[in-house]
C-alpha cells in the first residue's frame, strides 16, 4: 500500500479522487488551503498559497507518491493587474517546486493533472494527439505547458517519475463553471439556437478521470508520458444538450440557427470565446493510455451524466 499525497484534495475533481484511491488500497494523505473542508477524506495536511516557496517538506514526509490537482484555474472575474504572471507563479513555478521537494523527499512518481488546452483551444476536424505541437491558446494553459516543461526537467534531473494527464472539460458531481451553467440552462429548459450545429466535443466524467489517474499512478509503463483522456464517446453540442437533458428528466428545445449568425451574436454581446466552446470542435485521441495502459473508461458518458444529474437535483445553485 502506497501513501499518496493530493494537492488540491477539496476541489471538484479531488473529492472524486480521493476516495477512488482509498477504494483502490492507497493510503490518501489530503493537502489543501482549507483543511477543514477534507475531514471526511482521511487525513489532512494545511498547505499555504501555492506558488515558488511552498513549504512542502512535511507534506511529504513518508510520501510515496504524489497527484498534483493544486492550480490555479480559470478566473471568471480576473482581477489580477498581470494575469499570466499570477498562472505562472501558481502553475509553473508552485509544480517546480512541488518537484524538487518532492524529488528530495524520496518520491518515487508523480502524476500531473494539465490540460487538453495546452494542445489548442479547437482540433478542427483532426483529433488532438500527445505528438501534436502545442498551441496553447490563453494564459491558464501556456501556465501548464510550462508547468509540463518544468516538471520533465526536474524528473530529468533527480530520477523522480512524471506523468501527466491531460482532460478535456471534466463533468460530474460537484462540477462548476461553464458545466454548471449547461446543467442550469438544461432545467430551465429554455429554446436555444443550437440545433443545426454538427460539431464534436470530447469530455470526461470525474469517476473515468480518476480512474486513469490512478493506473497512470500504478502502472510501471506510464512513466515520462503524457496522455489524453475521455469519455468513450464524443458529442456535439445539440446532442450533449439532449443529454444533459434528458438526465435531469427535461426535453431538450432546439432550434437551428446558422453558426454564422451565432458568431456574430456572440461578437457583438461580447461572448465570443464562450460561445467558441459552443460552435467549435475539439476532440482527442486517447488511443495512448488505452494501448499502453490497457486503460477503458470504467462508467460511460450517460451514467456519469446521470449520477452529475442526481448531485445537481440534490440542491447546489450557485458556484463557490
Known amino acids: 500500500m502506497s501513501r499518496v499525497l493530493v494537492t488540491g484534495a477539496s476541489g471538484f475533481i479531488g473529492r472524486v479522487l480521493a476516495p477512488a484511491l482509498s477504494k483502490a488500497g492507497h493510503r490518501v494523505l489530503a493537502a489543501t488551503r482549507t483543511p477543514e473542508a477534507a475531514r471526511d477524506l ?24 504524489v497527484i498534483h490537482l493544486a492550480a490555479r484555474v480559470h478566473v471568471m472575474k480576473e482581477s489580477a493587474p498581470d494575469p499570466l ?4 507563479r501558481v502553475n509553473t513555478d508552485g509544480t517546480r517546486r512541488l518537484a524538487e521537494e518532492a524529488a528530495a523527499a524520496g518520491v518515487r512518481r508523480i502524476v500531473f493533472f494539465s490540460t487538453v488546452k495546452v494542445n489548442g483551444e479547437a482540433s478542427a476536424g483532426v483529433p488532438f494527439r500527445e505528438t501534436d505541437s502545442p498551441r496553447p491558446g490563453d494564459a491558464y494553459a501556456q501556465s501548464k505547458w510550462e508547468a509540463e516543461q518544468a516538471l520533465f526537467e526536474v524528473a530529468e534531473r533527480t530520477g523522480l517519475e512524471a506523468v501527466v494527464l491531460r482532460p478535456p472539460l471534466v463533468y460530474g458531481a460537484g462540477v462548476k463553471g461553464h458545466f454548471l451553467t449547461l446543467l442550469k440552462v438544461c432545467r430551465a429548459a429554455p429554446p436555444l439556437p443550437f440545433g443545426a450545429l454538427a460539431n464534436s466535443r ?43 437533458s434528458a438526465a435531469l428528466g427535461r426535453t431538450a428545445r432546439l432550434f437551428p440557427v446558422p453558426r454564422s ?6 461578437a457583438c454581446t461580447g461572448n465570443r470565446e464562450r460561445l467558441s466552446r459552443l460552435l467549435d470542435s475539439l476532440t482527442l485521441d486517447d488511443g495512448r493510455i488505452r ?13 456519469g451524466l446521470h449520477e452529475t444529474a442526481r448531485w445537481f437535483a440534490s440542491g447546489p445553485t450557485e458556484e463557490t
Request: with cysteine; proline share 7%.
Open 202 to 244: 470530447s469530455l470526461i466524467y470525474a469517476g473515468n478521470l480518476a480512474d486513469a489517474a490512478i493506473r497512470c499512478l500504478e502502472h510501471p509503463g506510464a512513466q515520462g508520458k503524457v496522455y489524453l483522456v475521455r469519455d468513450g464517446d464524443d458529442v456535439s453540442t445539440p446532442e450533449l444538450i439532449r443529454r444533459v
Open 261 to 266: 449568425l451565432l458568431r456574430l451574436a456572440g
Open 85 to 88: 504572471s499570477e498562472y505562472r
Open 42 to 65: 482521511g487525513e489532512t495536511h494545511a498547505i499555504s498559497d501555492l506558488g515558488p516557496d511552498t513549504p512542502w517538506r512535511d507534506a511529504l514526509d513518508g510520501v510515496d507518491q
Open 291 to 303: 494501448e499502453e495502459l490497457g486503460w477503458t473508461p470504467p462508467f460511460t458518458m450517460v451514467q
